[in-house]
């Protein structure tokens, strides 16, 4: 069996040490949320705020976006593909590398075919959770998932996060995660030099030249492309 802390961040100052430090924990969990836009800024302020208070305890982001879900009573803004994978990769990147949990609006509550949904005034008209399962959002997080295996992206260490980029270094190695909108993308594929591996997220593919949409950069040697 295994025993988890799942802390409220907005208290973890004020939770006793004799529980945080308790041996039976064996990872931490968290909530970046689904309010809002505002979950992206959740995700510095609460891997920062565990990475410190519980140094070298695995912390897995439990409850990130989830997709197609509503923002909180403006169900007009949905959340999407490319929303759950910022916050897989941030989280990953920026201190919660021991995990992160995929969710659909549908399936969270397992609303079945022609039976009411849950709080459809707050979170939006929910489709079954049949359908939900089939959100593309689900492939792409088992896709990245599977890319941090075949790369071997184990222990990431957090160098950079920010809204729209954030990197990560393992075993020599250094991890960078652009978003479609970071101010942080090159003009051209030589920036990163030959040996890097770019692998397209949205095509779930390793390309040869720059995306259109959010990438991954995996260099060999981290120290000739300090960025």
Request: charge should be negative; hydrophobic fraction near 35%.
């Amino acid at each position: 069996s295994m025993a988890t802390l799942h802390i409220n961040p907005d208290f973890i100052d004020f939770v006793p040490r004799e529980l945080t430090d308790h041996m039976a924990y064996r990872f931490a969990s968290f909530q970046s949320g689904h309010a809002d836009a505002g979950w992206i800024d959740k995700i510095f302020e609460f891997t920062g705020k565990f990475t410190s208070r519980l140094p070298g305890l695995p912390l897995v982001n439990t409850e990130p976006c989830y997709e197609n879900i509503g923002h909180y009573l403006k169900r007009e803004l949905r959340f999407g593909a490319s929303d759950v994978r910022r916050a897989f990769w941030l989280s990953l990147l920026g201190g919660a590398a021991a995990g992160f949990t995929y969710g659909a609006h549908g399936v969270w509550q397992c609303r079945l075919p022609n039976r009411p949904q849950s709080s459809p005034e707050t979170w939006g008209d929910a489709d079954d959770m049949f359908t939900a399962l089939g959100y593309r959002g689900a492939l792409d997080v088992a896709w990245s998932a599977k890319l941090l295996y075949d790369e071997g992206l184990f222990g990431l260490s957090r160098l950079e996060l920010e809204r729209d980029y954030a990197s990560a270094r393992v075993d020599g190695r250094k991890v960078e995660y652009f978003a479609a909108d970071s101010n942080r993308r090159p003009n051209d594929r030589g920036h990163f030099g030959k040996s890097a591996r770019i692998y397209d997220l949205d095509r779930r593919e390793r390309v040869d030249g720059l995306p259109d949409g959010d990438f991954i950069v995996i260099h060999e040697d981290d120290s000739r492309n300090a960025i």
